[in-house]
């Protein structure tokens, strides 16, 4: 794994951008649209209140932007590149339930309604993953998505991540129940060659 942190990306429509404070609201005005936030966050359900209010936010995106140029975070705001508008975010984490001993990541993503189903989140994905299998020399990601949050899951299988047979139950912040999850694996070689 080569740390080489949250460096500039430039696809055909896109500047994936390491983040700054000035976009922080706008991301979290889209992260508080109901129909992002649900199938995204994870966060305990304790914390639920504070997510809402702006107020109370501020003061975490702001520790977080204290650490947007660490060498460890792979985090990026996601900006059109002919409006420079704000569409989204996208980031890649180590797994922390990861058991195996290489380090294995995690990915997340949302994007604005606004700007959903015109393939902005596959090109900002593709380019994401680019990087970290090809320059940091990541090996795997494992991550999962929602059985009902196809829009999600068919990113991923566009890019080549294979569908584990087995499904989990995620507790969603924003949702009473338990829901059921895909699991979807890649590594590196087979990014590489179903990609590129
Ligand atoms: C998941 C998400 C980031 C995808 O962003 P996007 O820019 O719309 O993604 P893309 O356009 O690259 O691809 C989405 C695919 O899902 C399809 N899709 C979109 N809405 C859909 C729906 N309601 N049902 C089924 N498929 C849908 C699109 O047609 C597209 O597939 P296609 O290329 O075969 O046509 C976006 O839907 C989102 O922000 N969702 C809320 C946050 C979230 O759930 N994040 C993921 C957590 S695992």
Redesign the pocket.
């Given at each position: 794994m080569k740390l080489k942190g949250s460096q500039k990306i430039e696809t055909e429509r896109l500047f994936l951008m390491p983040q700054t404070i000035k976009e922080q609201k706008r991301l979290w005005e889209i992260l508080m649209i109901d129909?992002?936030k649900?199938?995204?966050l994870t966060v305990p359900i304790k914390f639920k209140n504070k997510l809402i209010d702006w107020n109370l936010q501020e003061k975490y995106y702001k520790t977080k932007i204290e650490h947007a140029n660490d060498k460890d975070v792979f985090c990026w705001s996601i900006f059109l590149k002919d409006t420079d508008k704000c569409i989204?975010q996208i980031d890649c984490h180590i797994n922390i339930d990861n058991q195996s001993s290489i380090d294995v990541y995690d990915v997340?993503?949302?994007?604005d309604?606004l700007?959903?189903?015109?393939?902005?989140?596959?090109?900002a994905a593709r380019a994401m993953l680019y990087y970290m299998f090809a320059e940091c020399d990541i090996k795997k990601i494992i991550?999962?998505?929602?059985v009902c949050?196809?829009?999600?899951w068919?990113?991923m299988e566009?890019l080549g991540f294979i569908r584990e047979k087995k499904t989990r139950k995620v507790q969603y912040t924003f949702l009473d129940e338990l829901t059921e999850v895909y699991i979807y694996t890649i590594d590196k070689e087979r990014f590489l060659s179903f990609n590129f």
């Open positions: 129909d992002v649900k199938y995204y989204g997340g993503w949302y994007i309604p700007y959903q189903s015109m393939g902005y989140c596959t090109e991550t999962s998505a929602a949050n196809s829009s999600s068919k990113v566009k």
